[in-house]
């Protein structure tokens, strides 16, 4: 059986690291509180029995051998980076849960025919470089050196911190596994970061698929002058044309009524209090359960933007910052983890997960599948974040299962 207490400690000892004020923490890719979090995960894999080695891309794998010679892993874990001022369960409860489950593996002495790997995946979120999934993306081998060159607020690219690290960015593509050799199959604990678990009063869910994210970067130039002496007439102001796009954004999706937009980055040039705005720039992260959907709500979106700008004399350009398609999760994995929460009395429910995760990167590496743990009032990305320590517990016994299942049978797991 897992061991609630050591799955609730090491989740408090790692959340220590980064921590903010209120409780919360911010731990970006490629800095000292990523590396000391690494650090301290993979101490805990040694102490699991894994063999733990950093790959190309700073993904820390531990592996824990199964005894048919050359089969291929079954991979579980989540990632450790977080957003600004994040909660200590998004990512966390994935690498702590699949640490437990292994490490319960060789306490009872159950042995696997594949083998087992657990993976800190580098950089999910894209806080830092607004590029995210880097690590799981250079695994699937669709990582690309162009990618590398993100930058941060302070200029530094994606490959630069890479090298301030000890990594050689040129040896990206070695992180690549070998598609239908080297891996069965991914699944993942995740907290829910919703309220369906919590309405149903269940611990734990099976996802039946991933919606796409669509990051999107728009830049409206217009004109600055003197905030006094500019008359209102024939003003060519960024912001109020961006304001005008921003709402254009939440009246589309709310017409479509599955998809979700969200702004989340705005920065005014030059930003003086008495200077109209010459410049702006915001993002667009957009998401829906289909992709069809998606890309018609984007296209909405851009035809009134494009419109707006028309109207208030103003430049509009648009550029591509990440488009995922969304990921079915694999039926085979949905039915072993329906069949282990039944063994254990527990109602089994399937939902949709509207976040990205590193398994959509997987789509058509191998076959996935995700675990939700319920989250108190869906609150995620804030240090309000909470997952109970039972709710946690339930969520390591059902992925200790599933493991158990994919990693024990020697049938084919397929993609749907």
């Not at 081998?141 to 200029?155: A, K, P, V």
């Not at 959509?360 to 989250?375: D, E, Y």
Request: hydrophobic share 40%; glycine share 12%; aromatic share 4%.
């Amino acid at each position: 059986m897992v061991n609630p207490n050591r799955l609730w400690e090491r989740l408090q000892k790692l959340s220590a690291i980064g921590a903010t004020e209120n409780g919360g923490v911010t731990r970006l890719s490629f800095t000292k509180e990523e590396r000391e979090a690494k650090k301290l995960v993979a101490s805990f894999m040694k102490e699991a029995g894994l063999s733990v080695r950093e790959d190309e891309v700073g993904n820390l794998i531990g592996r824990r051998e199964g005894i048919s010679a050359g089969a291929p892993a079954v991979l579980t874990g989540s990632h450790i980076d977080s957003v600004y001022d994040g909660g200590n369960f998004d990512g966390p409860l994935g690498v702590i849960a699949a640490i437990e489950a292994v490490q319960t593996f060789e306490e009872e002495g159950i042995a696997t025919e594949h083998p087992i790997e657990v993976i800190v995946f580098t950089d999910e979120e894209g806080a830092r470089f607004s590029f995210g999934m880097i690590g799981s993306r250079g695994l699937a081998g669709i990582l690309t050196r162009e990618e590398l060159e993100n930058r941060d607020r302070q200029g530094i690219s994606i490959a630069e911190a890479m090298a301030e690290n000890g990594m050689d960015p040129e040896k990206y593509k070695d992180a690549a596994r070998k598609k239908g050799g080297d891996v069965k199959a991914y699944i993942e604990v995740h907290i829910e970061q919703g309220k369906v678990l919590e309405r149903e009063g269940l611990s734990v869910g099976v996802v039946s698929g991933l919606a796409g994210p669509l990051w999107l970067k728009f830049t409206v130039d217009g004109e600055a002058g003197h905030a006094g002496n500019t008359p209102m007439v024939g003003r060519h102001d960024a912001m109020v044309a961006a304001s005008k796009m921003i709402v254009a954004i939440e009246e589309e999706v709310k017409r479509i009524g599955s998809t979700v937009g969200t702004v989340g980055q705005l920065q005014i040039f030059p930003g003086g209090i008495n200077i109209i705005p010459g410049k702006v720039e915001f993002s667009l992260d957009l998401r829906d359960i289909n992709e069809e959907t998606r890309d018609k709500a984007e296209q909405a979106i851009l035809q009134r933007s494009k419109a707006i700008a028309e109207e208030h004399g103003v430049r509009l350009s648009v550029e591509d910052l990440q488009r995922i398609p969304p990921a079915p999760c694999s039926k085979e994995i949905q039915q072993a983890a329906t069949e282990v929460l039944e063994e254990n009395g527990m109602r089994a429910v399937t939902l949709p997960s509207g976040a990205g995760h590193d398994g959509m990167q997987f789509t058509n590496f191998c076959p996935i599948g995700m675990l939700f743990v319920r989250s108190k009032g869906g609150i995620s990305h804030d240090p309000a974040e909470w997952s109970s320590k039972e709710d946690c517990a339930d969520g390591a016994k059902v992925l200790c299962g599933t493991l158990k299942k994919l990693a024990v049978a020697t049938s084919e797991v397929k993609s749907n």
